[in-house]
C-alpha cells in the first residue's frame, strides 16, 4: 500500500471545455513537463488525514450545482501563461472550503486565490511573453462549465484519484 500522500482539489471542468484547455496545454506547455491534463487547483496541499473529510465536503458542494464560471482571459505567470477564471459562486465555495480547513492550510492555501489554467509553464520569459501577447490579442471571454470537484492523491508524477464529484 502506498503511504499518505498529500491532497489536491479541483474544479472538474465540462468536457468540451477541459478539450479546448487540453488541446491549449498540448500546444503550449513544454511536452518534457506536460504529464497533466489541463486542471483548476483549488487546493495545492491538503493533509492526507483530511481524506474522508474532502470527500464529504466535496460532495456536498457537488449537490448545490454548478457554479457560473467564465474564462475571462490570459494572464502572465512570468515564466508561463494561464486563463484567469472568473467565477464569484466558485470564490464562494473555496473561501467556504478555507475556512473549514484553516488550521492545515499551507501559505501558498492561505493565500489570495487567483483561479486559473495553466496552458504553459517553466519557459523563458519572453516565450511567455510572446505567448500572451498573442493569445490577448484574439482573445474573447467565453462561459467555462465546472462539471463537479475531485480530489486527488500527490505523489510527484501524474495524480491518482481519491475522489470525484459531479454536479446534477
Given at each position: 500500500m502506498d503511504p499518505p500522500a498529500p491532497i489536491i482539489v479541483t474544479a472538474v471542468l465540462g468536457r468540451e471545455d477541459q478539450a479546448?484547455?487540453?488541446?491549449?496545454?498540448?500546444?503550449?506547455?513544454p511536452p518534457e513537463?506536460?504529464?497533466?491534463a489541463a486542471h483548476l487547483t483549488m487546493f495545492h496541499h491538503l493533509?492526507?488525514?483530511?481524506?474522508?473529510?474532502?470527500?464529504?465536503?466535496?460532495?456536498?458542494?457537488a449537490r448545490e450545482g454548478a457554479p457560473a464560471a467564465r474564462i475571462a482571459g490570459p494572464m502572465s505567470l512570468g515564466r508561463?501563461?494561464?486563463?484567469?477564471?472568473?467565477?464569484?459562486?466558485?470564490?464562494?465555495r473555496r473561501a467556504w472550503l478555507a475556512d473549514c480547513w484553516a488550521d492545515v492550510l499551507t501559505p501558498q492555501?492561505?493565500?489570495?486565490?487567483?483561479?486559473?489554467?495553466?496552458?504553459?509553464?517553466?519557459?523563458e520569459p519572453l516565450e511567455a511573453?510572446?505567448?500572451?501577447?498573442?493569445l490577448r490579442r484574439d482573445f474573447q471571454a467565453r462561459p467555462l462549465a465546472i462539471a463537479g470537484f475531485?480530489?486527488?492523491?500527490?505523489?510527484?508524477?501524474?495524480?491518482?484519484?481519491?475522489?470525484?464529484h459531479m454536479v446534477a
Open positions: 479546448w484547455l487540453d488541446a491549449e496545454r498540448q500546444a503550449h506547455f513537463r506536460n504529464f497533466l493533509p492526507p488525514s483530511l481524506a474522508d473529510e474532502v470527500r464529504q465536503r466535496l460532495g456536498d458542494l508561463g501563461v494561464a486563463y484567469r477564471i472568473d467565477s464569484p459562486e466558485l470564490e464562494d492555501d492561505r493565500a489570495p486565490w487567483r483561479p486559473h489554467v495553466t496552458i504553459q509553464n517553466k519557459v511573453k510572446t505567448l500572451l501577447d498573442r475531485a480530489s486527488w492523491y500527490y505523489r510527484g508524477g501524474p495524480w491518482e484519484t481519491l475522489s470525484r
